[in-house]
């Protein structure tokens, strides 16, 4: 398919500068850019970061599908890199490309997260929503980020894994300093990694004792879970712990932010619906994953040629999928730049790792798609709902502090940083 004609313009265009990916202004508001890749220049070659760029609905979805052709892989076992070595979280499935060894780890622990094992944690996430609630509940007013959204689903994630409550608070700071390490390097760095060997220390012996005498919680459950006889290594326990802190810790925090973010400033005229009809958090959680979502970008390598519209992307090239760009494409969604939660093209409920819905939709592209699809995605969205529905029902009159905001926004977007906003002020009456 040949590209279309386009003027040129500083943002995009038929010469957009490949620096722009870099600049505060494309981290704060991505999308004319990311309008200018899918209509100018939907498989583009960014000579300047040495790497593909996909961003079209069709095409993102097409390489995620695509393992044989789009491969994850920074470790391969008969490659030059040493499993676990350059990553905080350690030796984690994340490294892992379209193998064996993948497959073998996410068969053994993706179904802790769904079903009923999933639903035998949801009362806690009640309780842990109501006790996060009660400490600012008295004072009118909330910084949603600092008070509330970061700080419910790590303490979901301690209690699932059934830590002692009197070390929750080390634990947070653990996780504090863990997603600082993994996002900007240097000194945050070698305090994430300190984190992460203090973290490690304090559950060896923990690992140790359940294997023997397993209880009911994610911790036992994960080191005794077996697939034809073999169970995670007390390294892949430790690397997996480290890694649920940021995939399912940072994540579910930051989309709990977005989704109150988008409904205070950018449709504030839906909150009454949500308030009068709870079930409807999770449309807010859906539509939030399409229009804002946390994580905008995932990259992977190509194993061979593959040719795509009218180019061809060589074997061996680093290829940025942007899921934040496919979602917003009027060739999948009508008035894709409106956030409506009553969206009518949009499958809304519980999503697959296929991305194929009986109901015709199309879903969005928020937790990836195949093999690699996210493993928490149904903890997420339970979790994120259940928090967001039980602060909606302890006020009354939310309501924006400041009547101007800086929007959702993340330090590096590009290389698969997180959005969100950094700070958040609500007030409320009771
Ligand atoms: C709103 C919250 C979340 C978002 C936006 C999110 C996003 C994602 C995305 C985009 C991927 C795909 C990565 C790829 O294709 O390379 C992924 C994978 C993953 N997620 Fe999530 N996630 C969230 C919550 C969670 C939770 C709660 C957990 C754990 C309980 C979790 C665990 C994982 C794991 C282990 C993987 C790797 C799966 C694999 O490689 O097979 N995530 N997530």
Redesign the pocket.
Known sequence: MAEAAAPSDERGGRDLDPRVFDSPEFQRDPFPIYKALRDHHPVYHDRFHNRWILSRYWDVDGA?QDNESFD?AMYKPDGPYKFGTNHVFGPN??EYGNSDE?RRL?NIVAGQ?VGQKLNDFLPMIDQISHEVIDRFIDDGEVEIVSQFSSQVPIRVISNMLGLPREDENTFVGWYQDLIAGLGFGGEYFARGLKARNDMWDYIDPMIEERSKNPGEDLLSRICVAELNGSRMTPEEIKGFVA??LA??GD??DK?IANMWYHLMYTRPDQYPDVRDNPNLWENVFTEM?RYD???HA?FRFTTREVQIHDKVIPERAGVILY?GAGNRDERAFNDPDTFDIHREDLHMRRENRSGRYKDGKNGHL???IG???????A??RQ??AIACRMLAERVKNIRPKFTEHDGVTAPNIDSGGFRAPSELWLEFDR
């Open positions: 995620f994850r499935i994340l993948h996410r997260f890694l649920l995939a399912g994540t579910t989309a994953m979502p946390v994580v995932q899921l928020g937790f990836g093999q690699h699809f996210c493993m928490g995605y903890m997420a979790e994120s």
